[in-house]
Structure formats: structure tokens, C-alpha cells
């Protein structure tokens, strides 16, 4: 069988760590390009991966016949954009979370992938993971009972990423924590919960511990290469909201960097026969009744990687045909409840979230 023919746009962390490795390891795949408008990272991926060819302006391959399809693993500004383009060209995309800055360019991303019926997959990579889809099953059997109330707490002790870079200025990522971090929560709530409809969001996302860049205090910065000392911050380092949707309430707390000097990353899921505690990327406690006892079991599981999860069945969607879990259609939903919180934040009003 002919192997698909790949193209990575944006030769930066989780396309080095995840995407090329993931395709390159999937039998049914070859990766044909490297693009970034940096050109050395596109080189150093041609050297590292020992494939491909280098490019350094998307445009240039968008209508390559040959080409089957792309991952998008640029900055959040360029997710709606070079999406486009290439499903306009026929080919299949991954699209790195979040799907995008804003609804309307979430929404415009969804509208293409339904007018050209190409194929695209949003980076919610949780959808794939063992334990989250041990805890949509115990959910969907009923082990849960009603599931009626969902807290996450996303709180991390002075980790901001690229501080005063790409992640730190809202033209570029659309927002802070919640847009980073506060997405992967609330889609996998979704997911586990049968992704029920939105109905209203009430928030307030807060720009507080960042924003003087030259004091600033940190225990570790991930994409400290894109931090800048005098650049520009202007996004939430920590959010609260709560979300009434058609199944349960969904209430979260995130920070990026908080003064409390501990992290506490868990969803837990309450119901009315019993409750889950998940550990986020972690293992989870399941909370139940046995014999009027109150008993606690932490079940045995393999992890996996679900990121090479995720791009194996984005690989199958285009082979198949097929709708998987990270679809736009499910991911839409997310980038609703997102944009509710940011403009309830605005507005200091509850936000009816349209169907
Ligand atoms: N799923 C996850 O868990 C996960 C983890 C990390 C990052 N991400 C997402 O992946 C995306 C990239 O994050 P990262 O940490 O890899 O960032 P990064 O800064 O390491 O890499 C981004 C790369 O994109 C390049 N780029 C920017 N605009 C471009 C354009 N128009 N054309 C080609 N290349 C362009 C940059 O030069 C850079 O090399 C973000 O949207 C982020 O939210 C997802």
C-alpha cells in the first residue's frame, strides 16, 4: 500500500516530541516535510528525524498533489489559518489544542472541515489516554450513578510557560491558562461525561502574578526559550468558572503560577452512587459503596501513550474514513465553553452559550 504522505508545520516541542516521532513509527506514514518560518528548525528536523525536506513557508506545499496531510503544531495564532488552507487543498489536518484563539476562528476551522469533508482532529490527546477511557466507561455503565457535579483544579506553583513570549501574549495564543492548560480539563470532562451540550459559563480569569516579568518569581518555566524578560504579558495566569451544561456542572480553578506553594492537578468526578479522582496524566481513586463500607480502590492499569494514540487513529481517520473522539465537532465544544469564560470575564455577567 502506498504510505500517506505527511507534512509537519512548526518544528518546535510537541511536534519534535510528539508528532514526527508518532508518524514515523506508524507503518501506514512518511513524512515528506518540515516547515518553519525559522529556518534552522526546520533543518535541525530534516537532521534529526533523517527524513523529509525542509520548508519555510507553508505556501509553498500547500498544493502539493502528493501530499496527504499536515499536522499543525505552529502557535495558536496559525491554527485557524494554515488549517484552512490545507483542507481547502484537500488534505486531512491535525491541528494542535487549542483549536484555536476565539470561537469564531474555532467555528470558521469547523465550517471548512464540513464544506471540503476533509478530515480535522484537534490535539485533545486525553481522549486517548487508558485512564481517561476507564473512567468514560465506569461513567457510561453507570458505576458512577448520576454524574452531577465535575470539579477540576489545573493549579500549578509558579510555572509560567514562555513568560513574557508566544504563550504570554493574547495576539498570539488567545489567552493564559485557560486556553493552555484549562482546555485539556474541560475537554476530557467532556469526553468522559458524553460530551453534553454547554449551556452557560460564569467566570473570571485573572492577570495578576505575570505581569511585572523583570520580579518575577519562578520554580521552573517550560518553554523558557520563548521567554522574555521585557516582552509582553498580557493573559490569565490563573481562571475560576462554573459551567451548566446538559449533564453535570462543571466548576474549575487554574493557575498557572499561584502563591501557594503547591501544585494540585486532579479532576474529580462526583456522583451519586460513587466518585472518581483522577490525577491528572496520572492514575485515579474510584469511590464507592460495598456492603454499607466506604471503600477506596485504585485500579491497575498499563499506561500508554496517548499521544502516539492519538496520532495512530488521526492516521486511521484518513485511512477509514472514519470520525474519531478529536474531531472539531466534539472539540467545538470546548472552544465554546473557553470563550463563554473569557467574555463572562469581561462582561462580570453568566454567558448563555449558543448551540
Ligand atoms: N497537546 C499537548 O499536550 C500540547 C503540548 C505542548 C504544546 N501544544 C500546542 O502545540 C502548539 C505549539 O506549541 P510548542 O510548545 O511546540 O511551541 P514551540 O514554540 O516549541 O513551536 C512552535 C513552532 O512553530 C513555528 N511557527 C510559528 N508560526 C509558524 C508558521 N506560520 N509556519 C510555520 N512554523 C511556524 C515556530 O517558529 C516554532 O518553531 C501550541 O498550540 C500548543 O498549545 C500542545
Redesign the pocket.
Known amino acids: 500500500m502506498k504510505k500517506l504522505k505527511i507534512a509537519i508545520?512548526?518544528?518546535?516541542?510537541?511536534?519534535?516530541g510528539?508528532h514526527a516521532p508518532h508518524y514515523l513509527s506508524n507503518e501506514n506514514c512518511e513524512i515528506k516535510y518540515f516547515?518553519?518560518?525559522?529556518p534552522e528548525?526546520a533543518d535541525e528536523f530534516v537532521k534529526r528525524f533523517g527524513c523529509g525536506k525542509a520548508v519555510?513557508?507553508?505556501k509553498e506545499i500547500v498544493n502539493d498533489p502528493d501530499l496527504d496531510a499536515v499536522s499543525v503544531?505552529?502557535?495558536?495564532?496559525?491554527?485557524s489559518?494554515?488549517s484552512i488552507d490545507f483542507m481547502k487543498a484537500g488534505k486531512d489536518v491535525l491541528c494542535?489544542?487549542?483549536a484555536a484563539r476565539t470561537l469564531p476562528e474555532a467555528l470558521e476551522m469547523q465550517r471548512v472541515a464540513h464544506e471540503t469533508g476533509r478530515t480535522l482532529n484537534i490535539?485533545?490527546?486525553n481522549r486517548f489516554g487508558t485512564a481517561v477511557n476507564m473512567i468514560k466507561d465506569m461513567i457510561d455503565n453507570g458505576d458512577l450513578g448520576e454524574v452531577y457535579h465535575v470539579y477540576a483544579s489545573f493549579r500549578a506553583f509558579r510555572s509560567i510557560?514562555?513568560l513574557g513570549g508566544?504563550?504570554t501574549t493574547k495576539a498570539i495564543?488567545g489567552g493564559g491558562s485557560l486556553i493552555?492548560w484549562g482546555v485539556?480539563y474541560i475537554d476530557l470532562i467532556q469526553y468522559c461525561c458524553g460530551d453534553p451540550k454547554p449551556l452557560t459559563a460564569s467566570g473570571k480569569a485573572f492577570c495578576k502574578l505575570g505581569k511585572d516579568i523583570p520580579n518575577y518569581v519562578y520554580k521552573d518555566m517550560w518553554?523558557r526559550?520563548?521567554a522574555k524578560t521585557d516582552g509582553i504579558y498580557d493573559v490569565d495566569d490563573s481562571v475560576t468558572a462554573v459551567i451548566r451544561t446538559e449533564g453535570p456542572v462543571i466548576s474549575l480553578t487554574g493557575a498557572w503560577a499561584q502563591n501557594i506553594f503547591v501544585s494540585e492537578t486532579y479532576i474529580d468526578f462526583m456522583g451519586d452512587k460513587a466518585g472518581v479522582r483522577l490525577n491528572y496524566c496520572g492514575d485515579f481513586a474510584y469511590f464507592h459503596i460495598k456492603d454499607k463500607d466506604l471503600v477506596t480502590t485504585e485500579p491497575d492499569f498499563e499506561p500508554n501513550d496517548f499521544?502516539k494514540a492519538e496520532v495512530d487513529s488521526f492516521v486511521d481517520c484518513i485511512l477509514t474514513g472514519k470520525k474519531n473522539q478529536a474531531n472539531i465537532d466534539y472539540a467545538i465544544e470546548t472552544s465554546k465553553i473557553m470563550q463563554a469564560i473569557y467574555d463572562s470575564s469581561d462582561s462580570g455577567r453568566e454567558v448563555v452559550i449558543d448551540a
Open positions: 508545520i512548526g518544528c518546535g516541542n510537541i511536534a519534535r510528539s516547515c518553519d518560518i525559522i528548525r519555510y513557508d507553508y503544531c505552529t502557535h495558536n495564532d496559525f491554527h489559518i494554515i494542535e489544542k487549542p490535539g485533545v490527546c510557560p514562555g508566544d504563550f495564543s493552555d485539556h518553554a526559550d520563548t499521544y
